[in-house]
């Protein structure tokens, strides 16, 4: 494990004026605290021992049994057995690192992809594989080259991919799903903003094309899928699942017993309760309203303020914006500039940097979160954001 510079850099994002884009935070104005404090009473009064209570390492079987019936894909019989409730799907990627990795094994991962994968499996000491992304997501084209290194597995975010935003096109999900099927090789599906999609069509995930190959004949785990309430209800509450053969689902659940024997009862019970009442689908459209304009705002400055060297993605859906920089700028510098307190200058303003996200280079690309911030502070701090970047490409590199 690596300490980071970057979340030191970042610390200044807690002092006040400073207008930071850099975390993956939900909009606070998302959460619907009158439901969660009405149902959270409920569950104390009806079922309170139980929510405080030591539970099943697997979950609560309730919620467990929704999940299983509400993911199914119509070519996939899934049942409790094939769910497990995890403490957030952080904790399903590091569990899934437990039980698949050794020292050396390779994974093969989008390039770039989720910054958090890879600090939990390279605890486990294994070698990425990078298959190139574009707006299109993975580039199914480039699999090719990672064949030949035995992969563990795949791991894959379909949908407004985080760190880019992207989506991975129908014709590319097929690619995968049937090229890995033909090899054997199992994919980790990671799909935590499924449900925030602002345009479009949703897709097919690819655990419903890995059914729909095998003809609808079960479940024969080929896509193993990690899903969340962090992002429709709250990142708080640690409630997230991994779907998979109950054979795995056992090998998870020993593993699991080892790090938290079990995620908070009380918790799980507010997820289901919040889950199988609609409440939940309810508050949907409401946040994602709130995120589109929020988007439209961001890319509507990005626009405004940016030289036009920059480019960037434009997302359909979750909470995040790719940047990519002309080549030759150092956007880890840029952060650095941008984060400078200057007497009457403009006022910091945070994102990330976009190379730890990547397993080799990337230094010209940054993260922006759209979702946390309200539209007046985009326009400022985007504003603030396109200053610093002119002031940053009017001195020379030193070389
Ligand atoms: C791609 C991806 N996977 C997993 C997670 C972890 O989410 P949680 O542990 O809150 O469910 C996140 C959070 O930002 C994410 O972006």
């Keep these: 494990m690596t300490h980071s510079a970057i979340r030191e850099l970042l610390k200044v994002t807690e002092q006040p004026g ?8 939900p909009s606070p104005d998302a959460f619907p605290l009158d439901e969660v404090a009405e149902v959270t009473q409920r569950i104390l009064r009806d079922s309170g021992t139980r929510a405080l209570q030591y539970g099943p390492t697997e979950g609560y079987r309730p919620l467990r049994a929704w999940i299983a019936e509400h993911y199914a894909p119509p070519d996939v019989t899934l049942s409790a057995e094939n769910v497990l409730i995890t403490t957030g799907s952080q904790q399903g990627l590091d569990l899934l690192g437990k039980i698949f990795l050794d ?19 390279t605890a486990y000491e294994v070698e990425f594989a990078p298959i190139p992304s574009d707006h299109n997501g993975m580039q199914t084209s480039r699999l090719n080259s990672v064949w030949s290194l035995s992969l563990k597995f795949i791991y ?6 985080n ?14 799903v049937a090229a890995t099927a033909q090899r054997g090789i199992p994919i980790i599906e990671d799909d935590p903003y499924h449900a925030l999609r602002f345009d479009g069509e949703h897709l097919p995930t690819l655990l419903s094309l ?7 004949d079960g479940y024969a785990g080929h896509v193993i899928a990690l899903g969340t309430f962090s992002k429709i209800l709250s990142p708080g509450i640690r409630v997230g699942w991994i779907i998979a053969p109950e054979a795995v689902i056992h090998k998870l659940t020993l593993a699991k017993q080892g790090v938290d024997l079990h995620t908070a009862m009380l918790n799980q019970m507010i997820a289901y309760e919040m889950a199988h009442t609609g409440l939940i689908e309810q508050h949907i459209p409401a946040i994602i309203q709130m995120y589109r304009e929020r988007r439209d ?6 626009a405004t303020h940016f030289p036009a060297s920059v480019r960037w993605t434009m997302p359909q859906g979750g909470m995040f914006v790719w940047v990519y920089l002309p080549e030759q700028v150092d956007a880890a510098s840029l952060l650095e500039t941008s984060l400078e307190e200057q007497p009457e200058g403009p006022g910091p303003v945070a994102f990330v940097p976009g190379g730890p996200f990547h397993t080799q280079g990337g230094a010209n690309t940054l993260r922006l979160n759209f979702s946390h911030s309200d539209i007046p502070t985009i326009h ?3 504003s603030r954001l396109g200053l610093a970047l002119k002031k940053h490409l009017a001195v020379p590199a030193l070389s």
């Design 210 to 216: 890995a059914g729909r190959r095998q003809g609808g």
């Design 163 to 176: 760190p880019t935003g992207v989506t991975l096109t129908l014709s590319r999900r097929e690619k995968l």
């Design 18 to 25: 400073c207008i930071s884009f850099a975390g993956g935070l």
């Design 297 to 302: 705002a961001m890319l509507a400055a990005l």
């Design 103 to 121: 020292p050396g094994d390779v994974v093969g991962v989008e390039s770039p992809t989720y910054l958090a994968a890879l600090q939990a499996w």
């Design 380 to 382: 400022e701090g985007i």
């Design 156 to 161: 894959c975010q379909p949908n407004f991919q």
